[in-house]
Each structure stands twice: as C-alpha cells, then as structure tokens.
C-alpha cells in the first residue's frame, strides 16, 4: 500500500544551503576543535596537519550525521569532506582535505562503498600521488544486505565506517605507519557486517517529500542509508523479531565462532527514539547471548543516520585485543570523546 | 487543518513493558558506568553510594532520553528515576535512590516542574528525612514559553535541567556541600531560559497515534516536551525567523547584558536531524552576535527529547567564571562525557 507523500517539514533557510550552513554552525560550536574550510566544504582538526602522524581523510554525501564531520579529532579523523545531501563529495574537495591534513607520514582514505564517493576518491589520491603526498585507501563493504545495489558495485558501506574511523584514528594517534592504519581499517572491514530497518522514509532538503513510500504497516529489510532498497518489505513485527532479521544475516554472513567477544553497534538512523535503541540493544544482548557469543564493547545512538529516517542498523564487529585497545583509546571529537 | 492520525511504527515488543526493557538494555550498554534496579526502575551510577559525595537525584517520565538515565555518572548524576512514558515516577522509586546514593553527604533532588514530579519528590524528600538522610530539592522551571500548563503551575522544566544535572554533578564530584550543591543548581536555573518549537507530533508507545494534530504547514512555537501546546500555532518559517521566534522571548526574560557570555545549547526533540541543529546553531550564534552576546561554551543535540517529535529547543545560561569551571569539569555518562 502506497501513502501520499506529503511535505516533511525541516528547519532550514535555502533548501540549496543547508551543507554550508550547518558546517557554519559546526564551526560556531567547536571552535577548539575543529576548523572548517567552507570553500571546500570540509571539517578539519583544529591542529591539522599533524606532523609525522598519517593523516586520516573520510567523506561523503551529507545526510548522514555526525558521520563524517562529527569524528575529527584527535584519535579519529583529522578531516572529513561533506557532500551535497547524499551526493558524493568532488574530488577537489578530497584533495584539499589531503593536502591539509599531509603531515609526512601519509594519507588514509576511508571510503564508503558507494559508486561515486569510490571513484571520486580514487582520483584524488592519484593527484596527491602526483604532488607526492603518500596515500592509502580502504573501502568499507560491511553491509550483508544486498550484494549489489542502487549506488554500489558489491556491498555498502555503512555502521563499520564509523568503527574503522576510530581504530584507524587510535592507530594513526599512537604513531602507527600508513600500512599499520591501513591495516587497521581493513581489520575492522574484514570483521564487520552490518544490516538496517527502515520504519519510514525521509526527505531531503530539496525535495521535502519522502524518497520512498512505505504502507502504515511496512518495513522496509535491509535498507541503506539514502533510502536504498532493502532484501524485501515486510509486515512491522516486534523488536524481538526485527532484532532477528538483523543479526541472522549479519551472523551467517560473519560466522563468529562461539565464545567470541563483540562489539556490539545499535546505530539509530535519525528518527528513531533513544528509548528504542536501547530497548534494541536488551534484544541484541539476549540473542548474541543465546549463542554463545559476548557483547565485549558497545555503542548505542544515532552515528550514521538517514536524515530523519526512522530505523536502525546492526553492526557487530569480532573484537581481538588489538582492536579492543585501539577502540578504548582515548577520542576528542564532537560526536564520540572518551578519555580526553 | 487537521491531519488524519496515523499509527507510529516502533521498536518495541509490548507496549507496558518499553520502559523496562529499555533499562535492561542500558544495563548491558554500559556495565562499568551504570548498574540497573529494574525493581524500583532506577538507573544508578555503578559505584554508587560514593562516600561523603552529596548524591544527586533526577527523574521524570521516560521518553525523554539520554535525559535523565544518560547522565548517570562521575560528574552528574548518581540516579535517575524512570517513570512510565510522560508519566511522573513514584515517590517509592525517589525513595528507593535517595537511600542508594545516601553517601552520608545529603542527597540533592533535581526537579523538573511539572506537578506531579514535584508531588512525588517532595513526598520522596520528607520520607527520606525521617529516616535522617539530609535531602534538598531544586525545581527547574526554565521554559519561557507559557506561564502555567497543561502539566504545571508555573513555567516548564526543560533545557536547563541538563546543564543543571551537569554543573551541580561537577559540585559534587570537587567536594561541594550540599548547600554548594543546590546553590550551583540554583543559578543555574536563575541564569538559563529556554523556548522549543514543533514541527511535529510524537506517539506514545501505549497509544501509537500523534498526541497533537499539527497541519502540514504549521508549527508549534512554545511547545512542551510532552507535546503541550505552547503560546500559538504559526506558518512553517525559515530557520531564521523560527530562531528569532526562539530566541526573542528568551533574551526578553533573561535580559542578558551586552557582553554577556552564554553556554548555547541548541537541543533536538528527537525527530530531527542533526544537519538541521547545527544549522539552527549557526542562526543562533549569528543573531546573538548581532545583539552584543558571545557563545563561550555550546551543546547541540538531543538531549531531552519528546520520543520521535521533529523540533529544536535553545536554551541559554549566561555563564560566569564558577559556572565554566563546573561545565567544564570531567564527566563520565553514556550521553555527556569529556576529561574522563
């Protein structure tokens, strides 16, 4: 069943000015932390470039807040280049974040599987190749949702970017070469699967109408985060069963052995109350349980959300000790701090 | 015009028991930090009591969150009381967690002013004195928007409890008494004021229909957290012109000098994107500059929701060296954390 799309109502001035002004704001509210290149649209480390660290660069369409600006700090990113609202920033624009944040010792590029950020990005590391900047890429791939998709080649990119984000940016902080922080990433791209619900669609800016129509009584399975079709719509079911569409998925695709330690990623996509993220991670908690398997780390809130998306993803990443230590140091950015 | 209800899809299982499943769910997110008494519905800091530390307690209805059970920790809180969606806890429950958190340096309870929290914590308050536990109270009444309410005589607790929650919390982690306590609260209760404004309704997880119908074009400006209605109903606006519909009636109340440096805190209601806070942000920290007023410290996003309502808060505290400090001071909670 089809509903009218109607009007999501939005605080904003000029639907075509929304990226510059919120990145306006962002630098009106962390000014210790952050500075921000408003030419180039990027949020970067008050401090950057930081000499002899690797320097660490993500991006993408907006939209997805706090992810990419809401990580750049210490111990996380130390740039972040903004998109039009899920559009794939220009290459341009990653250039000048490499530039600014090149200390000496390299640039990762942490990129999200989509077809455009993959290509863009790729081109700007063949011209900071060209200037001599040394550069890295990882692309992230942790959704099991569907193998191909409207915007991807293969798999997207989505919860485990936020986990690489900060593993990669404790390696980096700690001294870590480009190859370690690289590896780093891939570590966690490897040991990462994710899968999200859709409870509605959202709006972007310039259209204000739902990109996608979902029946009073519809969830969408699998969905990605600009609204991508998912593996199937269903009838709403409980948490419980939800939670069970979720990780089924993500575990048959991931194959944890039994007495393994997660960390376990409850990720609101914008319109989803705490209160329910939470009561979420109770249903995550008892069915890892069930398996055998321990929620060894946990993050639970809105990290990489869908506009005003109602929904959540799953992401569960299988912890060693290295990841473990990596996760636990100390972060200094606007969306996550711990330790500093 | 009205709009015909429609039901809200959510994360849940039975309708009566989100609450405490939620809790459970805090309980397994954040073992080290908080310990759960699922009984009395109690969120406690996990070293609690801490010894000759005043212990301050909060609580409300649920649906509010990372209020009030987010803010549990070193440097906040050390209990939060959750009563039934938008429904005040019991006087049990208050009593339950002024005798946990007794470290034999007196017990604050931190109030927002709707009657019936403010019947149960003071019931709470004299049954705790007669078992010899010295208790204060400090009623936040912050919400400029409406004299009296719908729940209330006299002006809404909002905004100003959290910064309230966090500068008395740093009080009485640095050793305060528990006079220091409820007079760092009280300032800042004197200091702040706040206005909200609606751009949608929420649904109740007992009900699953909007509370309030709102037209497609129209907002709520003065709204309460629980979908009160506030001063009138307007056209949808720009940002700028909502922050202006915002901000007049607080810098009218608060009279704030010129010069005057405040703590900005723009505060999602829970359906609303962050892209869009900063963006109200940006609004605010633009046209207070405009009347001679600085941004010294700044908090932007959701911290005391109305379930999924798409809407913003601002509160301002016109701060102070003392209350710089204490903001400034390290805390630990799964929703505010910094220099710990």
């Known amino acids: 069943m089809s509903v009218v799309a109607q009007v999501v109502k939005k605080f904003i001035n000029d639907p075509d000015n929304v990226v510059p002004e919120a990145l306006a704001g962002v630098a009106a509210a962390h000014p210790g932390l952050v500075r921000v290149d408003l030419e180039n649209q990027l949020v970067l480390r008050a401090d950057a470039p930081v000499q002899r660290k690797v320097g660490l660069v993500s991006g993408g369409g907006s939209g997805h807040e706090p992810l990419h600006g809401g990580f750049v700090g210490a111990g996380m990113l130390d740039a972040a280049c903004a998109g039009a609202v899920f559009t794939s920033p220009v290459p341009d624009q990653m250039g000048a974040a490499t530039r600014a944040v090149d200390g000496g010792a390299g640039v990762l590029h942490l990129v999200k599987n ?12 063949e011209l900071a190749e060209d200037e001599g900047i040394d550069v890295q890429s990882v692309v992230l791939d942790d959704d099991v949702a569907v193998q191909d998709s409207l915007y991807t080649a293969g798999r997207r990119g989505v919860g485990a970017t936020v986990l690489a984000e900060k593993i990669a940016g404790a390696c980096a902080e700690s001294g870590g070469s480009l190859v370690e922080v690289a590896d780093a990433a891939r570590k966690v791209n490897d040991r990462a699967r994710s899968f999200g619900v859709a409870l509605s669609s959202c709006a972007t800016p310039a259209s204000g109408s739902p ?3 979902l029946g009073p009584d519809e969830i ?8 991508e079709p998912g593996r199937r719509r269903e009838k709403h079911a409980s948490a419980h069963d939800i939670t069970e569409m979720m990780l089924d998925p993500i575990l048959e695709d991931l194959k944890p052995a039994s007495g393994s330690s997660v960390l376990a ?6 319109g989803t109350p705490l209160i329910e993220l939470y009561l979420l991670f109770n249903e995550v908690n008892r069915q890892l349980g069930d398996r055998g398997i321990t929620i060894g780390r946990s993050l639970v809130g809105n990290y990489i959300t869908s506009l005003e998306m109602a929904g959540a993803s799953i992401t569960l990443l299988v912890l060693d000790d290295e990841l473990t230590a990596l996760w636990d140091a100390p972060v200094k950015t606007a969306a996550l701090r711990w330790g500093a």
């Open 211 to 213: 990109i996608f129509d």
């Open 114 to 125: 989509y077809t455009g950020d993959v290509l863009n990005f790729r081109m700007a590391a």
């Open 265 to 270: 990623f409850v990720n609101g996509l914008g």
């Open 220 to 227: 969408e399975v699998g969905v990605g985060i600009h609204g």
